[in-house]
């Protein structure tokens, strides 16, 4: 297993991505293609990436850091076949604890994955990572609900 760090992503990393977020996020947010997925990647503003890549350099969990508006955010991916072995909470350990960090949880439980297995809403992680679920803060986007979740800056 082996962590890179980086600003810019290849087109094989990029690839990796659009397989890996299309595999563990619910049908509705499929990209379609690399192109979809850049379009979404280029709307990030200072995007920082972690990305997770086994022996044969395949994506097996990317975190990104990025800035919208004043606020920091990030959205994370782990394959199935490896969380709960604490690359999870390795990639989420790069997010500075002195900075307030925004993210976006599916909380909707009955959405189900592009092989038509159903989607596990990582809720539980995010609190044992101390984050804390902003129930009033919520976004209604392809039939699916997220919640807004939100990490306290260390002082």
Request: glycine share 6%; proline share 2%; aromatic share 10%.
């Amino acid at each position: 297993m082996k962590f890179e760090l980086k600003h810019r992503l290849t087109k094989a990393d990029k690839i990796g991505i659009l397989r890996l977020w299309n595999a563990e996020y619910p049908v509705q947010l499929v990209h379609e293609n690399l192109l979809s997925l850049e379009s979404y990647l280029g709307s990030l503003h200072a995007a920082e990436h972690a990305l997770v890549k086994d022996g044969q350099k395949n994506v097996m969990g990317w975190l990104v850091r990025f800035h919208r508006e004043q606020d920091i955010w990030f959205a994370i991916i782990i394959s199935r076949q490896n969380q709960g072995m604490g690359i999870g909470t390795q990639l989420m350990d790069l997010l500075p604890r002195d900075e307030q960090v925004y993210g976006w949880v599916v909380t909707d439980k009955n959405q189900l994955l592009f092989d038509g297995q159903s989607y596990r809403s990582p809720v539980e992680f995010y609190l044992k990572m101390d984050f804390h679920i902003e129930e009033d803060v919520t976004l209604f986007k392809y039939g699916i609900k997220s919640t807004r979740i939100v990490r306290q800056a260390n002082k």
